[in-house]
C-alpha cells in the first residue's frame, strides 16, 4: 500500500514518512497540493495523508478535488489543535479521518492501516467488477489467429451488441462454452445473470420445474426468471425434451422481439444437422438459430495449434516450476497432424502431460499423441496439410517463443535468429504477431 504524504514542512513530511515507513508502508512525499494532484490517479492504490494549512492549494481544496477524483480514497486530514470546526469540515467533504496536531504517532499507524485495508477492499471490488464486465479478458482468453479464429471474434463482438437467440454448434472441446461466456460479457447484458443449465443432466419433469417452476425448495426462482434481462445456455440443447421444448417456444413467443432474455443454445451433437435440427421441432430450432456460431475442428486450423500449444505449455511450466516447453521441427509437425478429436480442451491436456513429462526428463510428445489416439479410437483421420502450412506455422512458432523470452526486445530476437530486422518485422505483420503483446 502506498501513503502520499502532502504538507509545506520538509521536517513534518520526514517524520510521518519515516513513522509509516516503519510500518511497511510504501511512503511518498509533495511538498504541495499541486505537485500531489499531478502524481494521484483514480485508482491510486494506496491512502493521502495532508495537511490543511499550506500555502497555494489548501488541505480543504485539495480534499474536494481528490473527493471529485475518487470518492472512496481514503484521506486522512491533519488538523491545527482545537480547529473542531475544520475538522467537522473534512469529514463532511470526505474524509476518511482527521488527526489534530501535536498527534500520536501510533495513532498515525493505525490509521493507515485501516484505511489501507479499506482501500485495498475497493480497489479488489472495482477489479472484479471490470473484469465480470469487461469481456475483452474473455476475448483474450480465446487464443488463436486464424482466419476462422479472426473471423470469430468479429461475430463475438456483433453479435454481443445484438438481441437475438444464437445457437453454437461445434465438436467437443472446440470452445463452444467459452464463446457463449464471451457472447455475454461483451455486449449490454455483461452486469446481468448469466445462467447456464445442462439439458442432459435432468428429466423432463426435473428439467421443466427447473427452468420455469413451480420450483423446488432448493431452488428460488426457475432459471428463466434467474436469466431475466441477462443470458439463459442451455447447453446440449438437442436433449430438450419434447414437453420442454413446447413449453420453452411460449417463453420465447411471450418474450417478443427484441428478447428481454438472450437465449444461448448450444448443441454437443457431433453433426448439428441430425443432431440439433432433428431433435428440436422446427418452430423452436429457426428461433433459437436466429444467427449461428458454428466452432471449426481444430485440425481445420492448423495455424493455431502450435500457438495454443505453446500458449498453454508455457501456464503449465509456471505453475509447475519448469521451463517452458521447447518444441522440436519434427514434434511440431506431430502436432499439426494430429487428429484432435477432442479438440481444444485435448490439446490443453496434452501440453499439461507434456510438461510433466519434460519435468520428469522422459518420453515424447509423440507417445502422449499416440496414447490418447488409441484411447479415443480417433476415428477422424488428419487431413494431409501442404509443407507451406508446417513452415509457416513452425516459423510462426519459433519467432513467438522468442519474443516471449526476450520480452518483446526486437534486438535479442534478431539475434538469437539470426534474422536482419526488415526480415524480423515483414514476418511478423504476416503472422499477426504484434511487439507490444510481449512487453
Ligand atoms: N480458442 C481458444 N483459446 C483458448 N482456449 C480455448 C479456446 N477454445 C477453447 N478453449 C479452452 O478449451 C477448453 C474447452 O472449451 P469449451 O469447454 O468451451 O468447449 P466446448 O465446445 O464447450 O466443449 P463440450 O462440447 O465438451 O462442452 C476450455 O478450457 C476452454 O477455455
Ligand atoms: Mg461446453
Same mark, same amino acid.
Given at each position: 500500500?502506498?501513503?502520499?504524504?502532502?504538507?509545506?514542512?520538509?521536517?513534518?513530511?520526514?517524520s510521518?514518512?519515516?513513522?509509516?515507513?516503519?510500518?511497511?508502508?510504501?511512503?511518498?512525499?509533495?511538498?504541495?497540493?499541486?505537485?500531489?494532484?499531478?502524481?494521484?490517479?483514480?485508482?491510486f492504490?494506496?491512502?493521502?495523508?495532508?495537511?490543511?494549512?499550506?500555502?497555494g492549494?489548501d488541505?480543504?481544496?485539495?480534499?474536494?478535488?481528490?473527493?471529485?477524483?475518487?470518492?472512496?480514497?481514503?484521506?486522512?486530514?491533519?488538523?491545527?489543535?482545537?480547529?473542531?470546526?475544520?475538522?467537522?469540515?473534512?469529514?463532511?467533504i470526505?474524509?476518511?479521518?482527521?488527526?489534530?496536531?501535536?498527534?500520536?504517532p501510533?495513532?498515525? /499507524?493505525?490509521?493507515a492501516?485501516?484505511?489501507?485495508? /479499506?482501500?485495498?477492499?475497493?480497489?479488489?471490488?472495482?477489479?472484479?467488477?471490470?473484469?465480470?464486465?469487461?469481456?475483452?479478458?474473455?476475448?483474450?482468453?480465446?487464443?488463436?489467429?486464424?482466419?476462422?479464429?479472426?473471423?470469430?471474434?468479429?461475430?463475438?463482438?456483433?453479435?454481443?451488441q445484438?438481441?437475438?437467440?444464437?445457437?453454437?454448434?461445434?465438436?467437443?472441446?472446440?470452445?463452444?462454452?467459452?464463446?457463449?461466456?464471451a457472447?455475454?460479457?461483451?455486449?449490454?447484458?455483461?452486469?446481468?445473470p448469466?445462467?447456464?443449465?445442462a439439458?442432459?443432466?435432468h428429466?423432463e419433469?426435473?428439467?421443466?420445474?427447473?427452468?420455469?417452476?413451480?420450483t423446488?425448495?432448493?431452488?428460488?426462482?426457475?432459471?428463466v426468471?434467474?436469466a431475466?434481462?441477462?443470458?439463459?445456455?442451455?447447453?446440449?440443447?438437442?436433449?430438450?425434451?419434447?414437453?420442454?421444448?413446447?413449453?420453452?417456444?411460449?417463453?420465447?413467443?411471450?418474450?417478443?422481439?427484441?428478447?428481454?432474455?438472450?437465449?444461448?443454445?448450444?448443441?454437443?451433437?457431433?453433426?448439428?444437422?441430425?443432431?440439433?435440427?432433428?431433435?428440436l421441432?422446427?418452430d423452436?430450432?429457426?428461433?433459437?438459430?436466429?444467427?449461428?456460431?458454428?466452432?471449426?475442428?481444430?485440425?481445420?486450423?492448423?495455424?493455431?495449434?502450435?500457438?495454443?500449444?505453446?500458449?498453454?505449455?508455457?501456464?503449465f511450466?509456471?505453475?509447475?516450476?519448469?521451463?517452458a516447453?521447447?518444441?522440436?521441427?519434427?514434434?511440431?509437425?506431430?502436432l499439426?497432424?494430429?487428429?484432435?478429436?477432442?479438440?481444444?480442451?485435448?490439446?490443453?491436456?496434452?501440453?499439461?502431460?507434456?510438461?510433466?513429462?519434460?519435468r520428469?526428463?522422459?518420453?515424447?510428445?509423440?507417445?502422449?499423441l499416440?496414447?490418447?489416439?488409441e484411447?479415443?479410437?480417433?476415428?477422424?483421420?488428419?487431413?494431409?496439410?501442404?509443407?507451406?502450412?508446417?513452415?509457416?506455422?513452425?516459423?510462426?512458432?519459433?519467432?513467438?517463443n /522468442?519474443?516471449?523470452?526476450?520480452?518483446?526486445?526486437?534486438?535479442?530476437?534478431?539475434?538469437?535468429?539470426?534474422?536482419?530486422?526488415? /526480415?524480423?518485422?515483414?514476418?511478423?505483420?504476416?503472422?499477426?504477431?504484434?511487439?507490444?503483446?510481449?512487453?
Open positions: 500500500m502506498r501513503i502520499a504524504i502532502v504538507d509545506d514542512e520538509q521536517d513534518m513530511r520526514q510521518i514518512s519515516q513513522w509509516l515507513a516503519l510500518s511497511g508502508f510504501e511512503t511518498e512525499t509533495y511538498a504541495s497540493a499541486e505537485e500531489a494532484l499531478k502524481a494521484i490517479g483514480p485508482d492504490p494506496g491512502v493521502v495523508v495532508s495537511d490543511i494549512k499550506m500555502p492549494m488541505g480543504m481544496v485539495f480534499l474536494k478535488r481528490l473527493m471529485g477524483m475518487d470518492s472512496s480514497l481514503p484521506v486522512i486530514m491533519i488538523t491545527g489543535h482545537g480547529d473542531v470546526p475544520m475538522a467537522v469540515e473534512a469529514m463532511r470526505g474524509a476518511y479521518d482527521f488527526l489534530e496536531k501535536p498527534f500520536n501510533d495513532r498515525m /499507524t493505525d490509521l492501516k485501516r484505511a489501507g485495508q /479499506t482501500r485495498r477492499l475497493t480497489l479488489d471490488n472495482r477489479a472484479l467488477r471490470r473484469e465480470l464486465s469487461d469481456g475483452t479478458v474473455l476475448m483474450r482468453k480465446l487464443i488463436g489467429s486464424s482466419p476462422v479464429m479472426e473471423r470469430l471474434r468479429e461475430d463475438i463482438l456483433d453479435l454481443g445484438a438481441d437475438c437467440h444464437v445457437l453454437i454448434t461445434g465438436e467437443t472441446g472446440t470452445g463452444k462454452t467459452l464463446v457463449a461466456h457472447l455475454h460479457a461483451v455486449g449490454p447484458r455483461a452486469g446481468k448469466l445462467v447456464s443449465v439439458c442432459a443432466a428429466d419433469a426435473a428439467l421443466g420445474a427447473l427452468l420455469f417452476g413451480p423446488s425448495e432448493m431452488q428460488d426462482l426457475p432459471l426468471e434467474q431475466r434481462g441477462g443470458s439463459l445456455l442451455l447447453e446440449g440443447v438437442e436433449a430438450l425434451p419434447q414437453a420442454v421444448q413446447a413449453r420453452l417456444l411460449t417463453v420465447i413467443e411471450d418474450m417478443g422481439m427484441p428478447a428481454e432474455t438472450r437465449i444461448v443454445a448450444i448443441c454437443n451433437a457431433p453433426d448439428p444437422d441430425t443432431g440439433c435440427e432433428q431433435a421441432r422446427p423452436l430450432f429457426y428461433r433459437l438459430a436466429a444467427m449461428r456460431i458454428d466452432l471449426p475442428p481444430l485440425r481445420a486450423r492448423g495455424e493455431d495449434i502450435l500457438t495454443l500449444f505453446n500458449r498453454f505449455g508455457d501456464e511450466a509456471e505453475e509447475y516450476g519448469t521451463d516447453p521447447q518444441v522440436t521441427a519434427q514434434e511440431a509437425a506431430q499439426l497432424q494430429a487428429p484432435w478429436p477432442g479438440n481444444v480442451r485435448q490439446l490443453i491436456n496434452i501440453a499439461e502431460r507434456a510438461i510433466l513429462q519434460q520428469r526428463g522422459s518420453g515424447t510428445i509423440a507417445s502422449l499416440m496414447a490418447d489416439g484411447e479415443t479410437g480417433a476415428q477422424v483421420t488428419a487431413e494431409g496439410k501442404p509443407l507451406k502450412e508446417y513452415v509457416e506455422a513452425f516459423e510462426r512458432m519459433l519467432i513467438d /522468442t519474443m516471449r523470452r526476450h520480452r518483446g526486445s526486437i534486438a535479442g530476437v534478431m539475434e538469437e535468429l539470426s534474422l536482419p530486422r526488415r /526480415t524480423l518485422n515483414e514476418k511478423m505483420a504476416k503472422y499477426g504477431l504484434s511487439r507490444s503483446d510481449y512487453l
